[in-house]
């Protein structure tokens, strides 16, 4: 009974609409990550359900309860915060049972509490030391105990990563699923990270501009992504966007662009492939070097830009004019100014209309 | 090429001509507001006998604390000859409310302005800072009669209250820019685990203010002893502060004055804001610029 629910809202700044007529469905247990660039609403969202931020529109429901109006601490939630947001003249232990001092727990429940917060989260020999005496990672970690202990039904991470260094930020993303794993409690986390996003959640909302363009499996969100924000959005490096049009060629659908073709009669098409303009988008890791076998398209250009980064290689060069990042392996050997073969599966790429956007 | 050494470690010390411009600049500043306090010092250890000779720099001849016993204890205040006495322990009974009501209202209003977004804070907050920049002389008359009506005129309550009202706009200021500084995530941290408006200020907010208290401390405790012009206005004959008393001591004198007096009494009145300087400027500078920076 932890599902949330938001029907409908809208808040305002000042008058400013950041967020309009928004609604999301999250289902209990599920781990949900709200995605997007800065300034996207994805934080406003959050606080807006944790009721730190009172909304001018609709309904939010917390475990089949509609809790719109309810005060943060009588919905049920837990939050983590970016900046940790420890009470600093506190201990670890004192930080962790706060919440429940100030509600009158007794003592033995606090207790009890604590030491399962703790151990769940390897804090045991940090109790007595205070927030600044701890690491970044320590410190996020006894604010992610101070929501544990509080039996909360639903989970609040606003970027709890984005302060950490990369590789603390890795482990800690591991414990954070792990917990998941273990409690199974409601999630909701927000992040711009793309890589947090897609290893965390069961599902992501992508957002921009205070509208979610896409809610799906991460599966779905790299594979089949909803519009060209959202396929520009995910990806490192971005999608490959080619610009072209539609054209019918004995009896098979091809995208065309300047001189190249390349044959969609594989691709599975969501509605009518439109007349006008559309992008034709291709991940560079989908983009082999070699001939094209054949139900393949592929071309041959120039390497322009080489950037190695270890296990893989990026590789620069053009298609029909427009620059083509190919990630390969990072064992092939390049030089600037070789010609090169690529190719790649039209049925994994992706096709936009170049009007509305919107994957066809 | 020359024999110059090749750069490498640590750069050599120099102490070259503008260094020398700006200590000796310096050393004259210091001088300059150090003389006054010289030849107080002097003349308060001298014999009027000495004094009378004009040479307000040189070390007293006969070393004599008479002076300072007779402005502690003794000199005329027009009628009455009690000395600065009375007005310290006045002024004690003054300073230690308004202190403490003052900081308590300041710190409660600014973190009420700061944390909940009450609606037309900002306006409050622009009138408050309006309230902090007009001449205080101007409300005088006006809370006089309004002190008067309501019965607290004349009384160590009225000046009490007086010390607190003009010292709010200061104090939320003050409270207001530090709080500002706070991250509000730590107040939203709290808002989940359960607490309230007291809450957070008791558990939370309160044991980081301890550098902002300090220095508001040191403002209104300095502030409100060398108030002059409150105390005479609204204190009421039985409790003039120190400063009033200091100003009767130095007017009503008949015949030559008793510069030894004068001085003496002066140096005891300030005694207590200087001490207070010298055991807290370290914190003092901390404050003020921590207050300034964030505004």
Redesign the interface.
Known sequence: MSAVSVRDIGVEFGGLAVIENLSIDIREGEFIVLLGPSGCGKSTLL?GI?G?LDVSRGQIWIGGKNVTWT???DRG???V???Y??????SVEENLS??LR??GTPKTEVAARVGRAAKMLHLEPLLRRKPSELSGGQRQRV?IG?ALV?NCDVFLF?EPLSNLDAKLRNELRIEIKKLHQGIGNTMIYVTHDQVEALTLADRIAVMKSGVIQQFASPRDIYHKPANLFVAGFIGSPAMNMIEGSIAKSGGAVVFQCQASVVDLSRYEFSRPAPTGTVVLGVRPEHIGLGPAPTSQSGGRGKVTLIEPMGGETVVWTEFAGRPLVIKTDGEVDFALGDTIDFHFDPARASVFDAASDERV | MTSAAVPQGRRPKSFDQGRLIVYGVLLLASLFFLIPLWVMLMTAFKSMAEIREGQILYWPQHFTVDAWFKAWSSACTGLTCDGVRVGFWNSVRILIPSVILSIALGGLTGYAMTFYRVPGANFLFAILLIGAFIPYQVFIYPMVRVFSMIGIYDSLTGIVVVHIIFGLSLMTLLFRNYFSALPIELFNAARVDGAGFFTILRHVILPMSAPIIIVATILQVTGIWNDFILGLTFAGRANRPMTVLLNNIVNSTQGEAAYDVDMAATILTALLPLAVYFASGRWFVRGVAAGAVKG
Not at chain 1, 85 to 90: A, G, I, K, T, V
């Open positions: 606080n944790a730190l005060e943060p601490k939630i837990g939050m915060f970016q900046s947001s420890l009470y600093p003249r506190m706060f919440g100030i509600a604010a101070r509080r606003d």
